[in-house]
């Protein structure tokens, strides 16, 4: 199991998100941590935001490339896990294009 002080914003891991239900994003895929550090230290939840090579450019999913492949961070199916769901870690993400997660994030949340 990954120790939680392994885990930082902006990373991404591969991680189980079955079962899944209705059209929520489903099976085991990569995915960016977006909760922040202070939080991921102390819970076993993390907030994650899954990545995908289909679907259309909607303005609230990033583009990004990752281990080659063009894709998009659907920031508009983010969810909650436990840290049991975390199979390995694979990367992390651009500076860049965490400021652009954060940003649609703020966004999304924002009267």
Known sequence: MVKAEDVRRGDIFLESLDPARGGEIQKTRP???VSPDELN?????FIIA???TGGYPYPFRVPCRFEGRAGYIVVDQI???????LVRRLGNLTSVTLERVL???QEMFTP
Do not use: Q
């Open 31 to 33: 995915c960016v941590i």
């Open 41 to 45: 230290a102390h819970l076993r939840t």
């Open 50 to 52: 899954p990545l995908t």
């Open 79 to 85: 969810r909650t896990i436990d840290r049991e769901r």
């Open 103 to 105: 940003a649609i994030l």
